[in-house]
Structures are given as structure tokens and as C-alpha cells.
């Protein structure tokens, strides 16, 4: 991979991890589904990904924004398949907890929720609602990828070295997302009410695939 192709891939990468942390953790809000509509081509970010679950998720998250402008409704029904899959009231159909789906007794602040903030602590960084939300949550993780993959750009373009920052993300996908993700995707995919977050969990599903496949290659 030359400068210039690694260059586009740290953007690509930083860009992809923020769009869906921000997805799972702050949900569908306006701003995110007018960029999404607003983009010049909708395979424009992913541009080159050759994963069939990573296209058919972006197109799904694409289609879905664009025909919420045309239904008054369409918001209301997109924040209740949300709040059922993540938030509550009542019994979660995808709890959105790494701890939840590695304990045994499925519970919140387990040690997974101690291993990633340890994990977060390592490079500088904590959660704002420490020891009242959990580490753990899978819109966190996302957004921590993205964190060190923006880092990782920053350093690479003031020609420092950016190695550490590289495996930190390579180590937290293969210790901590590839070990619950896969079936937190399908939890969601099977119980959401939504083409908008089947579709989301399609493209978390692929993307972590190309991510792990593109790290072992560099």
C-alpha cells in the first residue's frame, strides 16, 4: 500500500468507525441521516470495499435516510426499533454491552467492562460518565477505533511513527469486537423492526471483516 492509498484508508477507516458509534450510541439523529442522504454517491465512503455485507448495509443505511423525508412517520418508528434494541424501557433485544454477551450471567460491568477501560486508559482516555455507564458499550468501542485511527492519521501526515496507535486497533478488534459483535449483529438483524438497522448491523458485520483482513495485510 503506497502513502497515498494508506492516507485514503485512515480517512475511509476514521470516518466509517465514527458514522457508527455515533449510530449505536447517540441513535439515528437528523444531523447523521441528512449526511448520509447529502453524500454525492452513497458508495462514495466505502468506495473500493469489496464485502458484500458492507455494500448491501451502506446501501440499506442510505435508501432508509432518503425515504424518511418522505414519511412523516418514519422517524417516530426509527427511534422506537432503536430504543427496543438498545436503550428500553423493558427487556433489551440487543443489549449493546461487550460484558453482556461474554459472561456467563449476561450482566453489565462485568470484567469485559474493566478490560476495555483499562484498554481506553492505556492510550489516555476515559468515559465521561465513569463507573454510571459501562465501558463496554458497543458505540464506545466504535468510536475508540476511530479515535486511534485519527490519531494514527494525524502522526502519519507529521511523519511520526504511527505503530502503536495501528496494533492498538488491530489488538482491541481481535480481543474485544471480534469476540461479541458477531452475535450482537445478529441479535439486531434478527429482532429489529427496521431496514435502517439491518442494515447497520450488516455494514458493522462487514466492515469489521475488511478492517481485520486490511490490518493483517499492513
Not at 441479535?187 to 435502517?196: G, L, N, P, R, S
Request: glycine content about 8%; overall charge negative; proline content about 4%.
Amino acid at each position: 500500500m503506497d502513502d497515498k492509498s494508506f492516507l485514503s484508508w485512515l480517512v475511509q477507516r476514521k470516518l466509517v468507525y465514527r458514522i457508527l458509534g455515533i449510530l449505536y450510541y447517540k441513535g439515528p439523529k437528523d444531523e447523521v441521516l441528512e449526511a448520509l442522504v447529502a453524500s454525492q454517491s452513497p458508495g462514495d465512503l466505502i468506495k473500493g470495499i469489496d464485502n458484500s455485507l458492507v455494500q448491501e448495509g451502506w446501501q440499506q443505511l442510505y435508501l432508509e435516510a432518503q425515504g424518511r423525508e418522505k414519511d412523516m412517520g418514519y422517524r417516530d418508528r426509527l427511534w422506537n426499533d432503536y430504543n427496543q434494541l438498545f436503550v428500553g424501557p423493558g427487556s433489551l433485544k440487543a443489549p449493546p454491552w461487550e460484558s453482556v454477551y461474554r459472561s456467563k450471567d449476561r450482566i453489565v460491568f462485568g470484567p469485559e467492562t474493566l478490560a476495555v477501560r483499562k484498554f481506553f486508559q492505556s492510550y489516555g482516555l476515559e468515559v465521561q460518565l465513569l463507573n454510571k455507564e459501562p465501558d463496554d458499550h458497543i458505540g464506545l468501542e466504535l468510536e475508540f477505533m476511530a479515535y486511534l485511527s485519527e490519531e494514527a492519521l494525524a502522526a502519519y501526515e507529521a511523519g511520526e511513527d504511527a505503530t502503536d496507535l495501528l496494533e492498538g486497533t488491530e489488538r482491541f478488534l481481535h480481543e474485544h469486537l471480534e469476540q461479541w459483535v458477531p452475535n450482537f449483529c445478529d441479535d439486531v438483524e434478527k429482532e429489529a423492526q427496521t431496514d435502517f438497522f439491518v442494515g447497520l448491523a450488516k455494514l458493522t458485520r462487514g466492515w469489521l471483516e475488511v478492517d481485520a483482513k486490511t490490518l493483517a495485510q499492513i
